[in-house]
């Protein structure tokens, strides 16, 4: 895909095995979240939110 992509790595049970995706992001990258674990949406709303606004208002999206 050429699309951006970010790919969130929460350190959970597929910590070890979601850095293998790198290779095959063209236009995006893998954000580790060290200490984060499961449901992280429900109890990081917030802070979740803040990532992917920041990363949809990089520079890489055309008008």
């Keep these: ?6 790919v969130f790595n929460p350190q ?3 910590w070890a ?3 293998r995706i790198e290779p095959y992001l063209k236009n995006g990258r893998v954000r580790d979240l060290p200490g984060w674990s499961h449901q992280l949406l429900d ?3 917030a802070d979740m939110a803040a990532m992917v606004r920041g990363f ?3 520079d890489r999206f055309p008008a």
Aim: proline letters at 11%.
């Design 1 to 6: 895909m050429t699309a951006p992509i970010l």
């Design 12 to 14: 959970d049970d597929l």
């Design 17 to 19: 095995y979601t850095p």
């Design 43 to 45: 109890f990081s709303t």
């Design 56 to 58: 949809l208002d990089e």
